[in-house]
């Protein structure tokens, strides 16, 4: 069974950080690609970042890049996302997705809830 836990997430004021991490298992890790998305009541699930399943091509949203990092850990199955300069609007959930290579299969955590608030 697949699973995704996403952790770490929190309330925050303007201006901190927060380092959400992913743990995975049930599934090859070396061998997916790994996303964060997020999401805000009443809008849809917008993509933060992925790392490929080498770890060698980490793509970050163009206006997040800035403050956003992604890294991804084989020997633990664990991505980490790094979040610096946080901001009112990063307030959303925060979801950890896995697709396996070469597969239409695709899977989510639950989420974590990062709250930006003074």
């Known amino acids: 069974q697949v699973q995704l836990v996403e952790s770490g997430g929190g309330l925050v004021q303007p201006g901190g950080s927060l380092r959400l991490s992913c743990a995975a298992s049930g599934l090859d890790f070396s061998r997916c690609v790994m996303s964060w998305y997020r999401q805000t009541p009443g809008n849809e699930r917008e993509w933060v970042a992925s790392v490929d399943s080498t770890g060698s091509d980490i793509r970050v949203a163009f206006r997040l890049r800035a403050r956003f990092s992604m890294t991804r850990d084989d020997a633990g199955n664990t991505v980490h996302l790094q979040m610096n300069a946080l901001q009112l609007d990063d307030t959303a959930v925060y979801y950890c997705?896995?697709?396996?290579?070469?597969?239409?299969?695709?899977?989510w955590g639950q989420g974590t809830q990062v709250t930006v608030s003074s």
């Open positions: 997705n896995a697709q396996p290579l070469f597969s239409s299969a695709e899977y």
